[in-house]
């Protein structure tokens, strides 16, 4: 057991690369993925709503990139949790960062009517988030140490 580990992270292994996250900072990213997931949807059916040249849904479209960058924060924020002071893999942090910057960019392509890279990059950017979801909520978190 190495310097300054306890019996019981040496026993989950949490202070080791790669180690499960600790349960308050799994939580804030299970909150944040799954926000930012549902808003990502949200965003594909007022996409949908466009397409069908309905009025109101170029507002909701338009509100929903800014919450889609918003909650993009608090994915970006709680995988950084998980990763440093948690003590968990680096991965979904990296992955986070690029949703986050990349929700600017699809903001950008959208307003620019770009719907040649706004709408397949729309599409990377739900199976990215969906990668995180799908990771946060199958993870375990370790059992906290006294």
């Known amino acids: 057991m190495s310097q300054g580990m306890s019996a019981t992270d040496a ?50 479209h338009g509100t929903g990139a ?26 979904p942090a990296i992955v986070s960062a690029v949703i986050f910057a990349g929700g600017f960019a699809q903001e950008a392509f959208g307003e620019s009517r770009m719907l040649s890279l706004h709408v397949p990059f729309g599409m990377t950017l739900m199976a990215l988030t969906t990668w995180v979801f799908v990771w946060a909520w199958w993870r375990r978190p370790a059992r906290a140490t006294s």
């Open 11 to 60: 026993a989950t292994g949490s202070g080791l690369p790669g180690a499960q996250a600790r349960p308050r900072m799994l939580g804030v990213l299970r909150v944040g993925v799954t926000l930012e997931l549902a808003a990502i949807l949200l965003q594909a059916v007022t996409a949908g709503g466009l397409l069908d040249h309905v009025a109101a849904e170029k507002t909701l």
């Open 66 to 91: 800014l919450v889609v960058n918003v909650l993009g924060l608090l994915m970006l924020v709680g995988a950084i949790l998980v990763w440093r002071p948690g003590r968990g893999p680096g991965w």
